[in-house]
């Protein structure tokens, strides 16, 4: 099973930019599809963004469409999550996850998760 661990995350003003990468253990990374997911204090776990195991395919909920991208690099074992024009409603712990399939991603089904990584955005 695939071990996640979160690096990137910090505070940045309004209107800057942060990337997250998530790092994988194990050599079969490519077969698993990937997501980001946040949770802000007193919040429920929020779903950000999904990528199918070639990259090919993403998903995104609408609050950060056309502001976030996320990505990955197989031959590293990484998923990127590349925030743009943060706000200050993008403050939370973003955490990574894993799945078998890209069809277990659009359901949000993820079994392997990080321990997250804490993005503080100020106005």
């Known amino acids: 099973q695939v071990q996640l661990v979160e690096f990137g995350g910090g505070v940045v003003q309004a209107g800057g930019s942060l990337r997250l990468s998530c790092a994988a253990s194990g050599r079969t990374f490519s077969s698993y599809a990937m997501g980001w997911f946040r949770q802000a204090p007193g919040k429920e776990r929020q779903f950000v963004a999904i990528?199918?195991?070639?990259?090919?395919?993403?998903a995104y909920t609408d609050s950060v469409k056309g502001r976030f991208t996320i990505s990955r690099d197989n031959a590293r074992n990484t998923v990127y999550l590349q925030m743009n024009s943060l706000k200050p409603e993008d403050t939370a712990v973003y955490l990574c996850a894993a799945t078998s399939s890209y069809y277990n991603a659009l359901r949000l089904r993820f079994d392997t998760w990080g321990q997250g990584t804490q993005v503080t955005v100020s106005s």
């Open positions: 990528i199918s195991g070639d990259g090919g395919s993403t």
